[in-house]
């Protein structure tokens, strides 16, 4: 199975919990592509539709090969990160 993590950490404790099911899900003989999801969105942004960095080419080649996605996102009242519904579209 080919799985993607996606994280957005401010603190480094949501990025932490994204590698430990990284490391979970590679021990159980599964291929798993991490992804810093603010560092893709800033390129994104400062990008736009002109340009396609090797990041996002990255990004984008893993999710097309995914055979499963997971979001990590840290919670602030009850809002999750800015930007997750926009890098998900």
Do not use: C
Not at 46 to 71: C, F, M, Q, R, W
């Amino acid at each position: 199975m080919k799985a993607v993590i996606i994280f957005f950490s401010n603190t480094g404790s949501t990025k932490s919990m994204a590698v430990t099911f990284q490391k979970h899900l590679e021990g159980a003989g599964h291929s798993v592509s991490l992804h810093d999801g603010f560092l893709i969105l800033k390129q994104y942004l400062a990008a736009g539709e002109k340009e396609v960095t090797p990041l996002l080419s990255n990004y984008h080649g893993a999710l097309k090969e995914a055979d499963i996605v997971g979001i990590r996102s840290y919670v602030s009242w009850l809002t999750i990160a800015d930007g997750v519904a926009k890098l998900l579209t």
